[in-house]
């Protein structure tokens, strides 16, 4: 089963404007922590923000806050005031637990249009 | 840039020959995972290796095999190449007990299995 999905194969976004990468999980862990995760076409993942699962504030960076929504197990990443080089695909990934790996969505691709 | 680096970038080879792909982790960071990224799918879990032993791994066949150094950088050796081991091949450095464990990826290395 998907531990993570993300539902929008493709975003386009006007410059200066707000966008919203929708996250869903699954996990029966309590304890588990939400990760995104920026990929240019060069190809390297750059850490933008995490969430833990007992944090009671949603997380925030700069210009990308994240939408925790537990009980409905959505973590989505908030861009705001895009700029055109923002345009890349992003991943939302989680860890449960104690577990070594982290699970990866399969991506969403935003597009910043000038 | 992260500090991490991993080579070669790029690399070409056959069905059934051998790759070893090389990383260096971030100043300090004790422990690395690799993830296999093909075309169009979000990172896969490889394994995870901390303090020079196999610390996880994920579904991955046996020809897959890692090393770790006392200088905590890390090889990444695959036997007998198949066409769908052809991926970007990430590593990334994190810190046990860092503040969120967050991994910190290098830039990859793009195998092509022709």
């Known amino acids: 089963a998907q531990k993570i999905t993300q539902t929008q194969p493709g975003m386009f976004v006007q410059e200066k404007e707000a966008v919203t990468l929708d996250c869903t999980y699954d996990t029966s862990d309590p304890s588990y922590g939400l990760f995104w995760y920026k990929q240019p076409s060069s190809g390297e993942m750059i850490f933008l923000i995490y969430?833990?699962?007992?944090?009671?504030q949603n997380a925030t960076e700069g210009r990308y806050s994240l939408n925790f929504q537990k009980a409905r197990k959505s973590a989505n990443l908030v861009i705001s005031a895009s700029q055109l080089g923002d345009s890349a695909m992003y991943f939302c990934?989680?860890?449960?637990?104690?577990?070594?790996?982290?699970?990866f969505g399969a991506g969403t691709r935003l597009t910043v249009k000038p | 840039e992260t500090g991490v680096t991993q080579s070669p970038t790029h690399l070409i080879k056959t069905r059934g020959q051998q790759v070893t792909l090389r990383c260096s982790s971030q100043?300090?960071?004790?422990?690395v995972s690799w993830y296999q990224q093909a075309l169009g799918q979000g990172p896969q879990f490889i394994f995870q290796y901390y303090r020079e032993e196999e610390n996880g791994r994920g579904n991955f066949p046996p020809r897959f095999s890692g090393l770790q150094f006392p200088n905590y950088s890390s090889e990444l050796n695959v036997n007998a190449l198949e066409l769908d081991d052809s991926a970007l091949y990430l590593c990334?450095?994190?810190?046990?007990?860092?503040?969120?464990?967050?991994?910190?990826f290098g830039p990859g290395t793009r195998l092509t299995v022709l």
């Open positions: 990334a450095s994190s810190l046990v007990g860092g503040a969120h464990n967050e991994q910190f």
């Open positions: 969430q833990g699962s007992y944090d009671q």
């Open positions: 990934a989680m860890r449960e637990g104690r577990r070594d790996d982290m699970r």
């Open positions: 100043s300090g960071h004790n422990t």
